[in-house]
């Protein structure tokens, strides 16, 4: 298997996938108190009785952090990260749902930067029942070969 490292190195259409993680009533704690997102959607079991979901929901900025950790393995010292676009909160993940994700590489383009292309990859977020939590896009700044 090559090694995808610079920007002619990515495929159009190539996908990989991650394996899961299990949210807990700690991750949305410790996500609260680092933020200050602390409505009682999170927090307040009784409250979110009366709500419609009838539970508490994670944080939807900590499912984000986790997805895209998730998808975080060899680092390329090739590429970095250029932001995300098109972030969707698609539906409300609970405590005890485990999250994976697949990136796939939507598009590559030029840029600006001399010897710099962008690449930009599909980031969806999904639940165990295989629905999808989160989607969004990342680009990366990737140097060129030559």
């Known amino acids: 298997m090559t090694k995808i490292q610079f920007f002619e190195d990515y495929t159009v259409g190539a996908t990989r996938e991650t394996l899961g993680r299990t949210i807990t009533e700690t991750d949305i704690i410790l996500h609260a108190g680092q933020t200050g997102d602390c ?80 690449v930009n990859e599909l980031v969806e977020i999904f639940n165990q029942r295989n629905e999808t939590v989160i989607a969004c896009e990342h680009l990366l700044l990737v140097r060129k070969k030559s």
């Open 39 to 118: 409505y009682p959607h999170h927090l307040d079991a009784e409250w979110c009785k009366t709500q419609d979901f009838k539970q508490r929901i994670a944080q939807g900025l900590l499912v984000f952090s986790v997805g895209v950790g998730l998808t975080a393995g060899e680092i390329n010292p090739e590429a970095f990260s250029y932001g995300y676009d098109r972030v969707r909160f698609i539906k409300p993940v609970f405590i005890g749902d485990t999250v994976r994700a697949r990136v796939t590489i939507k598009e590559k383009r030029e840029h600006k930067k001399p010897g710099h292309g962008i």
